[in-house]
Every structure is written in C-alpha cells, then in structure tokens.
C-alpha cells in the first residue's frame, strides 16, 4: 500500500456526462500527479499540484481540469466525456514541488468507462 | 521533443534466466531515472531508480545501468521467477514532469 487513496474504484458512466475522480496523497506529500493510461498503453501526464497550486501540465484536454485543495486532497474533473476517455486515471504524490526528479508514489486507480 | 523510446515491448523468458529491458531518452538534462511494475490491474510500484551521478546501482536481483551520454538506460533482471511476470515502465525526468515509456510485458515461464 503506497499511502496514496483514490475514489471511486470503478465509475461507469455516459457519452455527453460528467465526472469527478477523487485522489487524497500519502501523509506529508506536497504534490500531487494525475496520469491517464488507456488500454495496453503508457501512462500519460496530465497535470501537478504541488501546495494548492498547479505546477506542471502534460496533455491534458480543455474538458478536463484538475484542482488541489487546503487539505491537499485533489480531484480531477472530466466533462463532456467521449467514449476514448474510458481508461485507467492514476494519482500520485510526492514529497515536494520537484516533478521528475523525485520518487511519485501511485494510488489504485480509477478505472473509468464511457458507453 | 519529450520522448522515451522503451524496448522491447514484450519479453518471454524461462525461469531463472535473465531478463533486460532498454530505454532512452531525448533530454539530455534528465538526471533521474525510476522503474515501476505494474501487475495487472494494479498500481504502479517503483522498484528501483537511478540518479545521474551514479552509472549502475543494484537491488537483489534488480540491477539498473545509466549511459548518460548515449542517453540510454537499462532495467537488468537476473534469476528471474514468475512472481516477475508484469509490465514495467521505465521513466526519465525532464523539466518538471517524469516521462513514461510504452511499457514492456514480461512474461516468465516455469
């Protein structure tokens, strides 16, 4: 278990909806990633929060937007969702605002479906 | 660009041989470089890593190399068993962010 929870586990839901991917970091850490890995695929970055703030952005779309709150919790919003967003949506954290250069410890993943 | 070219993508080997996987990179400024498996269906795990001040560092039968100016990086896997069988990526920071590679699917047959 790497201290880093994510909810919900599984979430199945419509072409056209909305939904909101929860993600609470290991105690002490700072920052906070979110990856998408579609089927048989890499895991792609989408955006860092480090203390509140955004810090870093990958490739994420214009309908999805992430945000990080005082308790350091964050959520990763998905809107308008197309039947190719369904995939596995990752967080991690790490201690501090240094990205790449230190060790991110990954939650459970949320696997999302879109019919 | 921001690459990170991981080969091969798939690799069968019998138990208790050896088992290495490539990477390289495209910036010549990453300076940190972690391996994760990932078990189906699971998170990823980190288990092991590598700085740049450093050429090779090993773990028990994990072994990790670095090649700074051919920009590359190996994963070495020594005696390996099946509990091995699982996707690993390999990753290289660059500027903020930490760039995955494609994966590679172990596959280990008693």
């Known amino acids: 278990d790497s201290g880093v929870t994510q909810t919900p586990k599984h979430l199945i839901t419509a072409t056209g909806q909305r939904v909101t991917l929860r993600c609470s970091p290991r105690?002490?850490?700072?920052?906070v990633y979110w990856y998408q890995q579609s089927l048989d695929q890499g895991l792609q970055f989408l955006i860092q929060y480090y203390n509140g703030e955004e810090r870093a952005k990958g490739n994420i779309l214009e309908r999805f937007s992430a945000q990080q709150f005082p308790d350091l919790h964050s959520e990763l919003n998905l809107s308008s969702l197309e039947l190719g967003d369904s995939a596995l949506y990752f967080c991690a954290s790490s201690p501090n605002s240094a990205g790449g250069q230190e060790t991110q410890y990954f939650g459970p993943g949320t696997r999302l479906l879109v019919l | 660009g921001e690459n990170v070219e991981q080969h091969p993508s798939t690799l069968s080997v019998q138990e208790g041989d050896s088992a290495v996987i490539k990477c390289t990179y495209s910036d010549s400024a990453s300076n940190y470089f972690p391996w994760y498996k990932q078990e189906l269906g699971k998170r990823p795990q980190l288990i092991i890593d590598?700085?740049?001040?450093?050429g090779e560092k090993k773990d028990q039968r994990i072994a990790v190399t670095l090649n700074k100016t051919a920009k590359h990086f190996s994963l070495h896997i020594t005696e390996t068993q099946p509990e091995d069988s699982a996707v690993y990526f390999c990753a290289a920071s660059m500027a903020d962010k930490l760039i995955f590679g494609t994966g590679t699917r172990l596959q280990v047959f008693p």
């Open positions: 590598i700085r740049s001040n450093v």
């Open positions: 105690s002490g850490d700072l920052s």
